[in-house]
Nanobody, 129 residues
Framework: QVQLVESGGGSVQAGGSLRLSCAAS????????MAWFRQAPGKEREAVAT??????????TYADSVKGRFTISQDVAKDTLNLQMNSLLPEDTAMYYC????????????????????WGQGTQVTVSS
């Protein structure tokens, strides 16, 4: 059974940094697309960053709104997915979710939420101006 548990959310001022972590169980040894999504009040859930663990290249992608500010990474030994968020903006305020889906090919992971079938409960990030 796959379980994803996020941590690391909190409140920061604009320009600050936060590091989110997602502890993944049940995926050890599996090839998977893993992603961070976020959902602000009244808005749809959107992809922030993805990473493909099919092989060592760890191909990743980012939403245009976070490129250059956020970095997605995996600690394979700890089965952990991380999201380093720098230069945070008030518009980054949202609930952040970790998501995963087993995959069988190389390439960029999907940005569509319907492509992912495992989800965490979310961690709140609030950025004040």
């Amino acid at each position: 059974q796959v379980q994803l548990v996020e941590s690391g959310g909190g409140s920061v001022q604009a320009g600050g940094s936060l590091r989110l972590s997602c502890a993944a169980s049940g995926l050890t040894g599996s090839r998977a697309c893993m992603a961070w999504f976020r959902q602000a009040p009244g808005k749809e859930r959107e992809a922030v960053a993805t990473v493909n663990s099919f092989d060592s290249t760890r191909l990743n992608t980012y939403a245009d709104s976070v490129k250059g500010r956020f970095t997605i990474s995996q600690d394979v030994a700890k089965d952990t997915l991380n999201l380093q968020m720098n230069s945070l903006l008030p518009e980054d305020t949202a609930m952040y979710y970790c998501a995963a889906v087993r995959i069988f090919t190389r390439g960029y992971c999907p940005f569509s939420r319907v492509s992912y079938n495992y989800w965490g409960q979310g961690t709140q990030v609030t950025v004040s101006s």
